[in-house]
């Protein structure tokens, strides 16, 4: 005979039915995958990262959607789904505020190089100096100029320069030289963007500088763009070879008349400068050693010829050539542009000749190496026109 089972006995039996019911449950719900509402699983990466050259990775977000490939640099929203070719998605952006040597904003003419690039790319900054480089844009247009691409984690680097403006005012992309930076960074992962944070940019070395005078001694700003010629010499003078101004050097001018000319070490005792800005303004020629940083050079308000002429003979006007031996040394002549203009009246050619060294000079007219007519001591004031009464009615034979 059994008797009646003792209250904690009881307690534990049901205790283990309990139990084994929530494992039966548990068992069940995992085999038929059932939902649940607990929260969901972190995806992985989702933190920003630190790498080690001190870019900061930064996961691409709904309201900053990767721009394709077609859009190429700059600013403005893209389509987050992936290019072609791209089987984990594109690359992010790289993002960086460039400053001028000075510290302000470097808003105009950026050009940036990537390591993994075989061409230069502008860029449009803003107001603030801020940029954007889709590191996807470099391939689609021009696929055969561009170099395998990192992979993520890889070393890559950039080299920005604010291109110099010179007066050939040729493009951001045709002027290769200006103040500069160079920056490293870490390849980041699909979808990700890089910011360098501020890139100061630093001037190349100077090559020369000092100040521009005017002929009193004071220093002066130029009235136009700048003609800049540079010209290696060597111990005793000779011209070793011209450096073109974009390519090999850019200047610096100041607004207190001081002037600097930039780029990499020339080899070579000096230089020569001359140089002319769009008002008809000169500079004498000068020499210096290199890296000076005391050159003077004198600016000098040209003058000028305006002259009509009759041409009798064969031989047409402007086939005529014009020359101004400077009085001084007669085996020197001047730079100076020739500018011949027809008339109405074919038998009257007006001539001007400009950026003429003020001083008294002979005017030769010559063709083919044959002098056809000389005009000694001519007098050329400066900033203005000569006056000499024999440029009123030139006659020239031509045989």
Same mark, same amino acid.
């Given at each position: 005979?059994?008797?009646?089972?003792?209250?904690?006995?009881?307690?534990?039996?049901?205790?283990?039915?309990?139990?084994?019911?929530?494992?039966?449950?548990?068992?069940?719900?995992?085999?038929?995958?059932? =939902?649940?509402?607990?929260?969901? +699983?972190? @995806?992985?990466?989702? #933190?920003?990262?630190?790498? /080690? $050259? *001190?870019? !900061?990775? &930064?996961?691409?977000?709904?309201?900053?959607?990767?721009?394709?490939?077609?859009?190429?640099?700059?600013?403005?929203?893209?389509?987050?789904?992936?290019?072609?070719?791209?089987?984990?998605?594109?690359?992010?952006?790289?993002?960086?505020?460039?400053?001028?040597?000075?510290?302000?904003?470097?808003?105009?003419?950026?050009?940036?190089?990537?390591?993994?690039?075989?061409?230069?790319?502008?860029?449009?900054?803003?107001?603030?100096?801020?940029?954007?480089?889709?590191?996807?844009?470099?391939?689609?247009?021009?696929?055969?100029?561009?170099?395998?691409?990192?992979?993520?984690?890889?070393?890559?680097?950039?080299?920005?320069?604010?291109?110099?403006?010179?007066?050939?005012?040729? =493009?951001?992309?045709?002027?290769? +030289?200006? @103040?500069?930076?160079? #920056?490293?960074?870490?390849? /980041? $992962? *699909?979808? !990700?963007? &890089?910011?360098?944070?501020?890139?100061?940019?630093?001037?190349?070395?100077?090559?020369?500088?000092?100040?521009?005078?005017?002929?009193?001694?004071?220093?002066?700003?130029?009235?136009?763009?700048?003609?800049?010629?540079?010209?290696?010499?060597?111990?005793?003078?000779?011209?070793?070879?011209?450096?073109?101004?974009?390519?090999?050097?850019?200047?610096?001018?100041?607004?207190?008349?001081?002037?600097?000319?930039?780029?990499?070490?020339?080899?070579?005792?000096?230089?020569?400068?001359?140089?002319?800005?769009?008002?008809?303004?000169?500079?004498?020629?000068?020499?210096?050693?290199?890296?000076?940083?005391?050159?003077?050079?004198?600016?000098?308000?040209?003058?000028?010829?305006?002259?009509?002429?009759?041409?009798?003979?064969?031989?047409?006007?402007?086939?005529?050539?014009?020359?101004?031996?400077?009085?001084?040394?007669?085996?020197?002549?001047?730079?100076?542009?020739?500018?011949?203009?027809?008339?109405?009246?074919?038998?009257?050619?007006?001539?001007?000749?400009?950026?003429?060294?003020?001083?008294?000079?002979?005017?030769?007219?010559?063709?083919?190496?044959?002098?056809?007519?000389?005009?000694?001591?001519?007098?050329?004031?400066?900033?203005?026109?000569?006056?000499?009464?024999?440029?009123?009615?030139?006659?020239?034979?031509?045989?």
């Amino acid at each position: 005979m059994f008797g009646r089972p003792q209250p904690r006995a009881r307690a534990r039996r049901w205790a283990l039915v309990a139990g084994a019911c929530l494992a039966l449950g548990l068992l069940v719900r995992a085999l038929v995958g059932g =939902g649940g509402s607990g929260p969901p +699983l972190a @995806p992985e990466n989702t #933190a920003s990262q630190v790498v /080690p $050259d *001190a870019a !900061r990775s &930064v996961p691409r977000t709904a309201e900053s959607p990767a721009p394709t490939a077609s859009q190429g640099v700059g600013h403005g929203p893209g389509r987050s789904e992936a290019p072609q070719g791209f089987a984990d998605g594109p690359p992010g952006r790289l993002r960086f505020r460039v400053l001028t040597p000075d510290g302000e904003p470097a808003t105009a003419r950026i050009v940036v190089r990537g390591s993994w690039l075989d061409r230069d790319l502008p860029l449009e900054p803003d107001g603030q100096g801020q940029c954007v480089l889709d590191l996807a844009a470099d391939s689609d247009d021009e696929p055969e100029r561009s170099r395998a691409r990192p992979a993520p984690g890889a070393s890559a680097s950039i080299h920005v320069v604010q291109a110099a403006t010179t007066a050939r005012r040729r =493009g951001p992309g045709e002027a290769t +030289l200006g @103040p500069s930076a160079d #920056a490293g960074f870490t390849w /980041p $992962d *699909a979808g !990700r963007d &890089v910011d360098l944070g501020v890139l100061l940019l630093a001037h190349a070395p100077v090559l020369v500088g000092g100040k521009l005078l005017s002929p009193d001694g004071r220093p002066i700003t130029p009235n136009g763009a700048v003609r800049w010629s540079v010209q290696v010499i060597d111990d005793e003078g000779a011209l070793e070879r011209d450096l073109t101004e974009g390519d090999a050097f850019y200047a610096v001018i100041g607004d207190d008349g001081s002037f600097t000319l930039h780029g990499p070490p020339a080899s070579g005792a000096g230089f020569r400068l001359s140089l002319r800005d769009d008002v008809q303004q000169t500079f004498e020629p000068t020499s210096s050693g290199a890296g000076r940083r005391d050159v003077d050079v004198n600016l000098i308000p040209t003058s000028r010829i305006q002259a009509r002429l009759r041409v009798l003979g064969p031989v047409r006007p402007d086939h005529i050539a014009v020359e101004v031996i400077d009085g001084q040394d007669p085996s020197a002549t001047w730079p100076s542009r020739v500018r011949t203009v027809w008339r109405d009246m074919p038998a009257w050619t007006s001539l001007l000749v400009i950026d003429v060294k003020p001083g008294n000079h002979h005017v030769v007219f010559s063709h083919e190496g044959v002098e056809l007519l000389r005009l000694s001591s001519v007098a050329f004031p400066a900033g203005r026109a000569s006056e000499d009464p024999r440029l009123e009615g030139l006659q020239i034979v031509t045989r």
